[in-house]
Every structure is written in structure tokens, then in C-alpha cells.
T-cell receptor, first 109, second 115 residues
């Protein structure tokens, strides 16, 4: 079957670093996405990993290990505006993205 | 920028009504998708389409149908709305079925309440 797991909620303080983990089990795996979704808004693209390793984009980085079925999103120098839900989604060859349930991140001052 | 436009931001319908949710994209994408999003359940795939007049069932197609008569428009139809279909509905489009590269572009969503 297919399954994507990520923590439901996380909290952190401004300026800190937070890591959001995602584990997946899918057939025909062909890459992993991270999306950010603020309350009441549409998800927006953050990152895409298809090969093992770390992809860095400003304050955000994403890591993938295909052999372990594991990814994480790393957010540095947290800001209040980073309070949002973070969605992990697996790309299955030939079909649509499958999403995890999302991790709600709350950043406090 | 790709734009995905959903015709209504909020809708209130009565149980048993036939409901049409419309989605239009302006970048000539082959692939379009309908998801619903519920607290604690995340985004769940209802239907998707990879070409005009083509459709594929997602994980939760029961109670829904779709129509894709033109490439830019993908409609979700609730044949007889029920209260358990109260949800946020998100439309998305992509040039790749699995969203390779930049993934999906989502519309702003339609929050449907069935009373």
C-alpha cells in the first residue's frame, strides 16, 4: 500500500532551527515534494527531491534518502511568518501526488 | 505565472442538491486534479485527468464525478450533496502527471458547506 507519515504538530521559537520529518511507503516512487500552506490559503511549492541528498534554498533545505523512505524539511532562522502547515507529498510514477496529513508549525516570539 | 482559478471561494448548498465546482487553468497543462482537504485527514485525491475527456479515479471518488470537455477546464460534480461532503476542495494543475520539477499549482480553494 501507500503511506506517508509526518508529525501532526511542532512548536519552535523565532530564530531557531526546526526539522520536520516525513517517512513514506509508495510504489513507483519518483520524487518527494514539500509544500507550505498558510491557514485559509492554497498550498505553495517549497522543494522537490528526486535524488538522495540535500537541496538548499535560502533558509529552507530538504533532504531525501530513497533507501530509507525518509525525507526532512529544515527551516533555519525561523520567523513568525513561517507559522503554517507543511505538507510532504510523494510522486508516484504515472499517477497523482499522494500527500501526508501535514505538520502544523507554530513559531512563537 | 500559472494561474488556477476556482469559480467560488465559499458555497453553501442543501442536502440532495447537484453541485458543480469549476476550475480553470491558463497554462495549457495536460494534467488537472481535484483534492479535498479536511482537518486531521490532509489532502485526499478525488479524481484527476491527464487529457481532455480522460479521467481517473483517485482515493475517494464515491459521490463525485468529473467533466473535462476542454483542456483548460476541469469540473467536479457532486451528484447529490451530503453533509459529509462539507469540506475544502482544491483544484490543481501540472504539466507532468506526477508533478516533476515544480509540482502542482493549486487554486485558492472552494469551501463547501452542505446543510
Amino acid at each position: 500500500g501507500q503511506n506517508i507519515d509526518q508529525p501532526t504538530e511542532m512548536t519552535a521559537t523565532e530564530g531557531a532551527i526546526v526539522q520536520i520529518n516525513c517517512t513514506y511507503q509508495t510504489s513507483g516512487f519518483n520524487g518527494l515534494f514539500w509544500y507550505q500552506q498558510h491557514a485559509g490559503e492554497a498550498p505553495t511549492f517549497l522543494s522537490y527531491n528526486v535524488l538522495d541528498g540535500l537541496e538548499e534554498k535560502g533558509r529552507f533545505s530538504s533532504f531525501l534518502s530513497r533507501s530509507k523512505g525518509y525525507s526532512y524539511l529544515l527551516l533555519k532562522e525561523l520567523q513568525m511568518k513561517d507559522s503554517a502547515s507543511y505538507l510532504c507529498a510523494a510522486n508516484q510514477a504515472g499517477t497523482a501526488l499522494i500527500f501526508g496529513k501535514g505538520t502544523t508549525l507554530s513559531v512563537s516570539s | 505565472d500559472v494561474k488556477v482559478t476556482q469559480s467560488s471561494r465559499y458555497l453553501v448548498k442543501r442536502t440532495g442538491e447537484k453541485v458543480f465546482l469549476e476550475c480553470v487553468q491558463d497554462m495549457d497543462h495536460e494534467n488537472m486534479f481535484w483534492y479535498r482537504q479536511d482537518p486531521g485527514l490532509g489532502l485526499r485525491l478525488i479524481y484527476f485527468s491527464y487529457d481532455v475527456k480522460m479521467k481517473e479515479k483517485g482515493d475517494i471518488p464515491e459521490g463525485y464525478s468529473v467533466s473535462r470537455e476542454k483542456k483548460e477546464r476541469f469540473s467536479l460534480i457532486l451528484e447529490s450533496a451530503s453533509t459529509n461532503q462539507t469540506s475544502m476542495y482544491l483544484c490543481a494543475s501540472s504539466s507532468h502527471r506526477g508533478g516533476a520539477g515544480y509540482g502542482y499549482t493549486f487554486g485558492s480553494g472552494t469551501r463547501l458547506t452542505v446543510v
